[in-house]
């Protein structure tokens, strides 16, 4: 059993959850809502955590807009190591600040990079995997990507190519792809070889700097004075002054691809294929789909109401907890209500609900964002 002495998890809780308006908003995001449960999904996200790290080791990364209520759903992690961007930089930017510092703190130390709001079924087989990778993230230079197995020609996820399987049984990666068309996807699915990216990651703090320090040198010459800094009082007008200088990318496109373009033997980027119930929920219909196949209710109808009736109608997902719910004939429709929007759209089209924030951005409606 590997040892996680070392480990340190790095929450990514940043971002707006845009598909998930109106109950989604700028100061609560998707990540701080109680989608699947009781507790919020950064609160899942920490719990499932901890039985591999005390508290005083884990770190997350938001914004401005969600600090305050971010540090209030973790009470038991340390403040300053909630960290509020001033900007927004993307990941690459984030998980190298996180990288910077911890190298300071500890030589050894081990980076687990996770969203703050996906959903994980099999808590356990989770941790197991995690492990396997935390080993393998330890031993030198090696990136650890966490892969899941598609179940379907999914265009909404980025995918990983993997390779031949080295004597520890990981997977060797070839390359990663963004969001395919429909037909690339049905052929990555065909291959057998192919996994979607989980944004789960593992390595080295030293290991993530010195790829960044090769493929996005700007940058990490930026992040490594901010962390100079860290501990200190001048930390707080340091990250404001010089954060927005840094390049706003993903560390998929900063770091792995051009990692991965060195060859599979030669990229030292392994691939864990993961099968412990994953999901990101990224849309009203990817909940509506995950809560159905765990409760499996009559007609495929999940309905929050104060009273519920249904008539011929199959596939719904409407939540409108204060009001009596009717649905009288209507199939695959998803509804949403709160105090001062209502949302309505079909299963089919729920991914759009996006364009609905931008429009609302765009209009200046700010009480509605």
Not at 47 to 66: G, H, M, Y
Not at 344 to 351: G, L
Request: charged content about 25%; overall charge positive.
């Amino acid at each position: 059993m590997p040892k996680t002495d070392h480990f340190y998890p790095v929450i990514l809780a940043g971002g707006r959850g845009t598909r998930f308006w109106p109950l989604s908003r700028k100061r609560r995001a998707k990540q701080l809502l109680a989608l699947d449960g009781k507790k919020t999904m950064i609160q899942q996200t920490v719990s499932r955590l901890l039985p591999l790290a005390p508290a005083k080791r884990f770190w997350v990364i938001t914004n401005q807009d969600l600090h305050r209520e971010v540090t209030a759903q973790l009470p038991g992690l340390e403040k300053n190591q909630i960290i509020a961007e001033p900007v927004g930089r993307n990941t690459a930017p984030a998980i190298g600040l996180a990288a910077f510092i911890l190298q300071r703190i500890d030589s050894e130390a081990v980076i687990g990079l996770f969203p703050s709001d996906h959903v994980i079924g099999d808590e356990r087989h989770f941790r197991e995997t995690l492990l396997r990778g935390i080993e393998l993230a330890a031993a030198g230079g090696n990136i650890v990507v966490l892969g899941i197995r598609p179940t379907r020609p999914e265009t909404g996820y980025g995918y990983i190519e993997a390779g031949i399987k080295d004597e520890r049984g990981a997977l060797r990666v070839r390359r990663f792809t963004e969001k395919p068309d429909a037909e690339r996807a049905a052929g990555f699915l065909a291959a057998e070889n192919y996994f979607w990216n989980s944004g789960m990651f593992l390595w080295r703090a030293g290991t993530l700097v010195n790829a960044l320090r090769e493929h996005l040198g700007k940058t990490a010459a930026v992040l490594e004075k901010i962390a100079e800094s860290f501990g200190t009082r001048s930390f707080s007008g340091t990250f404001r002054r010089l954060y927005p200088k840094c390049e706003n990318i993903s560390v998929d496109y900063a770091v792995l691809e051009p990692r991965s373009a060195k060859g599979e033997t030669q990229s030292n980027i392994y691939c864990i294929p993961a099968d412990f119930g994953w999901n990101d929920l990224g849309s009203w219909t990817a909940l509506h789909e995950h809560h159905v196949a765990r409760r499996n209710p009559e007609n495929g109808n999940l309905i929050s109401g104060k009273g519920i009736f249904t008539l011929n109608a199959e596939g719904n997902y409407i939540y409108a907890p204060g009001k009596f719910v009717a649905a009288v004939g209507v199939n695959n429709i998803v509804v949403v209500e709160t105090d001062d929007a209502l949302l309505i759209t079909t299963r089919e089209q729920a991914q759009d609900v996006a364009k609905v924030v931008k429009y609302l951005d765009d209009k200046k409606l700010r009480r509605l964002v």
